[in-house]
């Protein structure tokens, strides 16, 4: 999916326009999800762009891109450019050190007298 989103049209609220490019973004990322996987795949991942143009825009996660649509708004910004391209990925092996819980070994508690 690539958009520009307006955000300033005569008569029409600012607030509901942003509402809307969000809305359309969480619409794209459910019916991509909704996809069936691949072989091998574990999940969807998404590669994403945010700018004030295509030319300008730069690659970010996906769990920032609502924040910087808000951003955008807040600075006054007329309109932006969000790319976001769903591809299936594979999450890869665990080391053991990364799952085994850490212990933290405290001193024995000492009854009182």
């Known amino acids: 999916m ?4 307006q955000l300033d049209l005569p008569g029409r609220q600012r607030e ?7 809305h ?4 794209y990322v459910a019916r ?6 691949p072989q ?4 969807w991942d998404f590669a994403c762009r945010f ?5 300008e825009s730069t690659e970010v996660h996906f769990a920032t891109l609502f ?4 951003a955008a708004a807040a600075r006054g910004e007329n309109a932006f450019f969000v790319s976001i391209r769903g591809h299936a990925a594979a999450r890869g ?17 000492i009854p009182a007298q």
Do not use: H, I, N, Y
């Open 93 to 109: 092996p665990q080391s053991k050190s990364s799952t085994a819980p850490a212990t933290q070994e405290s001193e024995p508690e």
């Open 16 to 22: 509901r326009w942003l509402d809307a490019s969000k």
């Open 67 to 70: 924040a910087l649509m808000d």
């Open 51 to 55: 700018g004030s143009t295509e030319q």
């Open 24 to 27: 359309t973004v969480r619409k």
């Open 40 to 43: 091998g795949s574990d999940f």
């Open 32 to 37: 991509q999800r909704r996809a069936p996987l």
């Open 2 to 5: 690539k958009q520009s989103f």
